[in-house]
């Protein structure tokens, strides 16, 4: 079984919590301690942000995640060898690599995909790449028995749901809203209604994510969703943080989702 | 040659070209790609895009031969066409006219665009004014500074200019921004995509709205001078203006296509805009497979030109194709001689053109006095160079 499949195996029906931090932000040597602080404040998978100088799809708090790594050329091998760190003490919380198409492309796509296996990834989530164009990464992910990722939107159709359920390993990621990460218009009620519509499709976990800001929220969204995946409000602590005190920080806040959720 | 048919239904040149964005715009894009093929089909369609560029934009722009310019040159005869001559002084309007009526159609009410030059910008103010749309342009804070009075055109128009800080602060960024625009406002919102650039159908939609350029070419052309072109040039940004000149050509034989990118300040000094040209990889940015200018790692670089049009490190995915079957080719030309030409150009034939279409006719008058004098050149003029006079006077030591 895949690290994801057995998260979620042992949470035997209880939510999973997906904090998403962005690797090499606030630097580089900081980011597998930031990842060993959200799994102890209750992180059940992590995703991490590959840094992408043109980020399309976030809002502007992870924008500035992604320019602070850059800041310090931090490249996708470089978000390998973070992982690799981070399994020589954790070999149980799968890792979620979540970032744009082209650096991996321009790696290619086997040798990434062996690569990332080495590392210790267990799944990968490339934002701008839909089914359509996912053929031959997938392939080569599924090769290396890493599950590809996808994203479902408010505005994907059924057809397209039962396609993307074809395609889909690990969990879906069920994006919240209309907008970019981090924005503020998430209507809870609207994504419990879309959430029991794909259960007639989707047979992995379905994971929540954009604009979950609060213990709250994350609550009221664990009430329908598998997992809930929080971003940019982790990166927003990690903002206001010193390098010093970011990962308390951060095990505070994780702790406080987690305990939260149902 | 085959017969050139291309995109295939998946928006695909080749290798290139594809639909590679976020989930949330699939469906968009897969509606808006319908809407497309629907229209294509209807005559009534095509007939309000003629009379809107007759009557409102002022088609067929006129081919003028350059014939003092020639002469200095004492090769090959220039010819340009006058697309420096439709309303807003440039190629822009003609695909933002068509793109408008599009939205018109879908019934969207309010339109988002990019712009580098400012050109598109104000192409697309112009249209949401003439056609009763909310319209919201994004813009880099650096091309702000180096395009105000096409900002405040922009503004005279009614249209909001939204400033881009992220990134480079150029085109590139305010795509990024117009794209998170539509991702937030998809269903209201048409986005009317500046160039032949972007997830499909944008490469394949703009490409046949600015191929009035080639078509009225391929008629002009022989009436001034009794056959074909011998070699046809435009400058390449994103590659609107160049692939509407050339795609009426592609299976014309013995018609040379030239494409000219940004050498900023040169090629090997890497301060660039010159994806096809300048030795770069392939790449995926902005929904498209294409060539793009990039490090090792797959970051996108920051790219160098003295005409913000051009200034962009991707480029449409059917030039990369193109490029690869050898069917165009594509060369750089550096700021200075790009400046060079802006300045003869003034001088010699009463004209001042755009810093973007400077860089084809700086080319064009490399090349010229290297052919014999019967041979024709055939410059696509793509705009006017009154948005750029505060550049040419900065770089000059004047404040104006
Ligand atoms: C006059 C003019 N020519 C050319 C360009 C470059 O764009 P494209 O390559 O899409 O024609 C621009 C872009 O702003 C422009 O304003």
Redesign the interface.
């Known amino acids: 079984m895949s690290r994801i499949a057995a998260c979620f195996a042992a949470l035997e029906g209880k939510k999973a919590l997906i904090p998403f931090i962005t690797a090499g932000d606030p630097h580089p040597s900081r980011t597998v301690e930031l990842m060993h602080g959200l799994v102890d404040g209750g992180a059940d998978i992590i995703e991490l942000g590959v840094p992408f100088s043109d980020p399309m799809a976030d809002g502007p708090v992870i924008q500035r995640a992604s320019e602070r790594a850059l800041v310090h050329k931090v490249g996708l091998r470089d978000v390998l060898a973070m992982v690799a760190e981070f399994r020589k003490t954790n070999t149980t919380t799968p890792v979620v690599l979540m970032g744009y198409l082209n650096p991996v492309f321009v790696m290619g796509y086997a040798a990434f995909a062996t690569a990332a296996r080495e590392a210790g990834v267990d799944g990968v989530l490339t934002v701008d790449c839909p089914p359509e164009e996912a053929a031959d990464l997938s392939a080569a992910l599924i090769a290396a028995d890493l599950d590809p990722v996808f994203l479902i939107a408010p505005t994907t159709p059924e057809a397209r749901v039962r396609e993307i359920a074809r395609h889909a390993r690990g969990y879906v990621y069920y994006v919240s809203l209309k907008g970019v990460t981090g924005a503020g218009n998430l209507d809870i009620d609207d994504v419990a209604r879309k959430i029991a519509a794909l259960r007639a499709h989707i047979q992995v976990p379905i994971g929540v994510g954009f604009g979950i800001r609060d213990a709250a929220t994350a609550k009221a969204i664990s009430v329908t969703a598998d997992a809930v995946v929080v971003g940019s409000r982790l990166v927003q602590e990690i903002e206001a943080a010193t390098e010093q005190t970011a990962k308390e920080r951060l095990t505070g806040l994780v702790a406080e989702l987690k305990a939260a959720i149902l | 040659m085959e017969r050139y048919d291309l995109p295939d239904a998946?928006g695909h040149f080749g290798p290139y070209g594809?639909?590679?964005?976020?989930?949330?715009?699939?469906?968009?894009l897969d509606e808006l790609k319908n809407e497309y093929e629907r229209v294509k089909a209807d005559p009534t369609f095509w007939e309000e895009f003629r009379q809107e560029l007759k009557h409102y934009v002022g088609r067929p722009s006129p081919i003028y031969h350059a014939k003092r310019w020639s002469e200095q040159l004492g090769g090959a005869q220039i010819f340009f066409k006058r697309e420096d001559l439709n309303h807003t002084g440039a190629h822009k309007i003609s695909n933002a006219i068509g793109q408008a009526l599009l939205a018109r159609r879908m019934g969207k009410k309010r339109v988002i665009a990019e712009t580098g030059a400012g050109q598109h910008g104000v192409a697309t103010a112009t249209v949401a004014a003439r056609y009763g749309m909310e319209c919201f342009v994004y813009m880099g804070s650096e091309d702000i500074k180096r395009q105000s009075p096409n900002v405040f055109r922009m503004k005279l128009l009614g249209a909001t200019v939204v400033p881009v800080e992220?990134?480079s602060k150029t085109l590139?960024?305010a795509l990024?921004e117009a794209?998170?625009d539509w991702?937030?406002?998809?269903?209201s919102t048409f986005y009317i995509l500046g160039t032949a650039a972007g997830p499909h159908p944008y490469p394949m939609m703009v490409r046949d709205f600015l191929s009035v350029i080639g078509e009225e070419s391929k008629e002009q052309m022989p009436e001034l001078t009794g056959r074909q072109p011998d070699v046809v040039v435009a400058c390449v940004g994103g590659g609107s203006n160049a692939i509407g000149m050339f795609y009426p050509y592609i299976n014309v034989d013995g018609v040379r296509m030239v494409g000219v990118e940004a050498g900023g300040h040169g090629i090997d000094s890497g301060m660039h805009a010159a994806p096809l040209s300048g030795g770069a990889?392939v790449?995926?940015?902005?929904?498209a497979?294409s060539y793009?200018m990039?490090d090792?790692?797959?970051?996108?670089?920051e790219t160098h030109s003295v005409s913000a049009g051009l200034d962009y490190p991707g480029v449409g995915p059917e030039h990369s194709y193109l490029k690869d079957i050898g069917r165009a080719e594509y060369v750089a030309i550096d700021d200075k001689e790009a400046l060079a030409a802006f300045h003869d150009c003034c001088h010699l034939e009463g004209i001042i053109p755009a810093l973007e279409s400077s860089h084809a006719l700086a080319w064009a008058a490399k090349v010229a006095p290297t052919m014999g004098k019967d041979k024709v050149i055939l410059v696509n003029l793509s705009g006017r160079g009154d948005k750029d006079i505060n550049t040419v006077a900065g770089l000059a030591g004047i404040t104006l």
């Not at chain 2, 991702?183 to 269903?187: E, P």
């Not at chain 2, 790449?283 to 929904?287: A, D, F, K, R």
């Open positions: 998946k594809g639909v590679y964005v976020a989930e949330t715009l699939m469906a968009a992220s990134g590139k960024d990024n794209m998170r991702v937030t406002n998809v269903d990889g790449g995926v940015l902005h929904g497979k793009l990039q090792a790692n797959g970051q996108v670089v």
